[in-house]
C-alpha cells in the first residue's frame, strides 16, 4: 500500500501501541520508567509495551512496578543494544500500530493529533529530508573535514544514492511488517560496510558506548525511497534536542517551551557544544533576512541524545524511581 493510498484512523484506535526497550544497567530501566510516567500525563488509553532483559523484568516485579505497562516483552539477549534493537524491530511489533521510543525522552503534550500524522505511513523514522553536516559527522570542528573533502557526496555515489535524508530514531513508526523487516535487514547490511562511508562510529564521541543505528537507517530508507516524518515541524515538531541554552522548564517537566529557529541551517548550531561558537553563527547568519526568525513552542517530546546536555533528565528519572519504589513499600 502507498503513502498516498493509506487513510488516518481515528485518534484512539485500539490497536496502537507505544514500544520502549531496556537493557543493561539499572539507570536504563529508570530512564523508560519515568518516560512513561511522563507519557501518562497525556495519554492514559494507548497500551505501552517494554521489550526488556530478563534482569529487568525481575526488577519491575520485585519493585511492583509491572503494572506500569501493558505487555512486558522478553528482550533477546543478542539484540539488547541500540543498533541490536532497533535493527530488529520487526522482530518485536506487539501492536498493530507501533510507535518505538527511546527511554530518554519527556513527553510534553497530548499525543492524538501524533499519531494522527504516523498513521499514514507503513513505516517511518522521524527525521529531516536533507542530512545536516552534523549527521554521522564529528561534532565539532572535525566536522569541517568531511565538508572539505566532501565525504557525503563519495558516500552517496557509492552506495548509488541520489540524496540522504537525517534520521533521528528517537521515535520510529510501523505497522507493516514486511517493509519494517526489508528497512532491518538493509540497514544492517550498510552497517557492515561502514569503512565505504564518511561516518563516523559513535564509539570516539566522549560518553559514547554504542555504535550507533542512524546513518545505517537513513540510508537504507533512502535506498528503499522512503519518507522520513518530518522532525522539525515548527509548532507541531513530535520531537526537539533539550538543549539548555534553547529550553525553558522546570524540573518535572510540567512546562516546556523550546527556542526553535525556523531555518533548518542555523537551527543545525544547536550541535555545536561551544556556547559562544554557536552564538556567533546565529548572529552572523542571521544577517541574512529571515535565517534568524524564531519562534517558541512546545514539541510533542523532548528528547534528550546529546551527551553533555542529559543532567535535568538523569534527575527527573532518578526522582521519579525513588518516588515509585517508596510509594510501592508503603503499599505493600
Not at 100 to 122: A, E, R
Not at 133 to 159: D, E, M, Q, S, Y
Amino acid at each position: 500500500m502507498t503513502l498516498n493510498q493509506k487513510t488516518a484512523n481515528p485518534p484512539h484506535d485500539g490497536h496502537q501501541g507505544y514500544v520502549y526497550a531496556s537493557y543493561g544497567p539499572l539507570k536504563y530501566l529508570k530512564y523508560a520508567i519515568a518516560s512513561i510516567v511522563s507519557l501518562r500525563r497525556y495519554d492514559r488509553e494507548r497500551p505501552v509495551a517494554l521489550v526488556c532483559s530478563t534482569p529487568h523484568r525481575k526488577l519491575l516485579k520485585e519493585k511492583n512496578l509491572a503494572n506500569l505497562v501493558d505487555k512486558i516483552v522478553p528482550l533477546d539477549e543478542e539484540h539488547a543494544s541500540i543498533v541490536g534493537f532497533k535493527h530488529n524491530v520487526h522482530r518485536y511489533m506487539p501492536f498493530d500500530k507501533n510507535l518505538y521510543l527511546d527511554s530518554d525522552i519527556i513527553w510534553c503534550k497530548n499525543p492524538d493529533s501524533l499519531w494522527t500524522g504516523f498513521s499514514v505511513y507503513d513505516f517511518t523514522i522521524t527525521g529531516n529530508q536533507i542530512s545536516d553536516h552534523f549527521f554521522g559527522a564529528p561534532k565539532n570542528f572535525g566536522v569541517l573535514t568531511n565538508i572539505l573533502f566532501r565525504g557525503r557526496r563519495r558516500t552517496l555515489k557509492r552506495f548509488g544514492l541520489t540524496y540522504l535524508s537525517r534520521v533521528q530514531s528517537g521515535m520510529i513508526y510501523a505497522d507493516d511488517p514486511d517493509k519494517t523487516k526489508e528497512v532491518c535487514l538493509l540497514a544492517s547490511s550498510i552497517l557492515k560496510r561502514q569503512n565505504e562511508t564518511h561516518f563516523q562510529s559513535r564509539l570516539k564521541e566522549k560518553g559514547r558506548n554504542e555504535e550507533s543505528c542512524e546513518w545505517s537507517l537513513a540510508m537504507a530508507m533512502s535506498t528503499l525511497n522512503l519518507p522520513v516524518y518530518p522532525w522539525l515541524q515548527g509548532q507541531m515538531s513530535p520531537q526537539l534536542d533539550f538543549i539548555e541554552a534553547y529550553t525553558d522548564y522546570d524540573p518535572d517537566f510540567n512546562r516546556v517551551i523550546c527556542l526553535y529557529y525556523c531555518d533548518p541551517f542555523v537551527f543545525s548550531f544547536r550541535g555545536l557544544k561551544t556556547g559562544w561558537l554557536r552564538n556567533l553563527f546565529i548572529r552572523t547568519f542571521s544577517f541574512f533576512p529571515g535565517r534568524g526568525d524564531y519562534l517558541k513552542t512546545t514539541p510533542y517530546c523532548l528528547h534528550f541524545g546529546w551527551v553533555h546536555q542529559k543532567q535535568p533528565f538523569y534527575r527527573f528519572a532518578e526522582k521519579t524511581w525513588e518516588e515509585l519504589t517508596d510509594n510501592s513499600r508503603t503499599s505493600s
